[in-house]
């Protein structure tokens, strides 16, 4: 029952934050053009859809691109938080907090400043892919002992690797050219603006193909949660499961930030209360948290374009305010349920 009521919210929640994003803006939009330019965008004529040619650019070329890309890194996102959770067996760990956007984010912009195309295109999302793969597994190797994971040890780890990131990037500020900079400036503030659809739709078949990957794991993921002995016992190859993982957890957080710059917390906040709803059965949290991931950003980025008329507010600060206080509040029932306030 709290199931099918989530899909149900989570269904109603996408379709009216889709609307509403492609309606608000410098340009108003009534919603039975978005409905009626949607229609005819998949080639099904009707009466709805705009006949000024400036309204059906506006949709075409810069909200609906937007949108998608919402979509798709609200997912990536909340996905790879929710497989980093299962596979540290810590409901604090998530790819901004543990620094795995941060080495993301450096990759990209060394492909950035030192102009390295040997990949085209997919150049500097290659690179962001190769920053989250070394964070995450530095992350894995360094918080680890004796089979489980030390919510301080995961939280200093993260602290040094956002501190390395950060070293990082603002060395490459001192060394790149005005162009570098700016885009380096944009990995750290996080924005959704000048979304493509090429880089859209990029990002979009990464997190479908990564939330896909997530679901066929979720039943071994189930077993990890157990306690790896008992996994073990069971048939589990626990080792190879979380190798699999962290290349996933790096892929769908560098597509993510290769595009967008570093967003935090969503991989925090969405599969938590996913989990919260609707019990520990990581089928259903990673299910939830494409969608509910996709719900956050898709009001964050229109919060972002809104509050301030004429302003683009850099949408990864809109996130930490939501997350901030929430990692703090999960943080301290973690502290109270091990007596660490005593």
Known sequence: MRRTALVVGLTITLVLGVVLSAMAGQLAVAPSEVIGSLLRAIGIQNEWAPDDPVTEAALLVVRFPRILMALAVGAALAVAGAVMQAIFGNPLAEPGVVGVSSGAALGAAIGIVFGLTALGGWSVAALAFLGGLVATLLVYFMSRANGRTEVVTLLLTGIAVNAFGGAGLALLLFLGDSASREQIIFWQLGSLNG?????????????????????????????????????????????????????????????????????????????????????????????????????????????????????????????????GPFFFWLLFRARQRSGGWA
Not at 213 to 237: C, F, K, P, Q, W
């Open 195 to 323: 979304s493509r659809w090429q880089e859209a739709i990029i990002v979009f078949v990464v997190a479908a193909i990564g939330s896909v990957v997530a679901v066929s794991i979720a039943r071994r993921l189930d077993l990890l949660s157990l306690g790896e002995r008992n996994a073990r016992h069971l048939g589990l190859n626990v080792e190879r499961l979380r190798i699999w993982s962290i290349v996933l957890v790096a892929l769908l957080t560098g597509a993510a930030v290769a595009f967008c710059g570093i967003i935090a917390f969503v991989g925090l906040v969405v599969p938590h209360i996913i989990r919260m709803i609707i019990g520990p059965s990581h089928r259903g949290v990673i299910i939830g948290s494409a969608f509910g991931g996709g719900a956050l950003m898709l009001f964050a980025d229109l919060a972002a374009r809104t509050l301030i008329p004429g302003a683009d507010l850099p949408i990864g600060m809109l996130t930490s305010l939501i997350g």
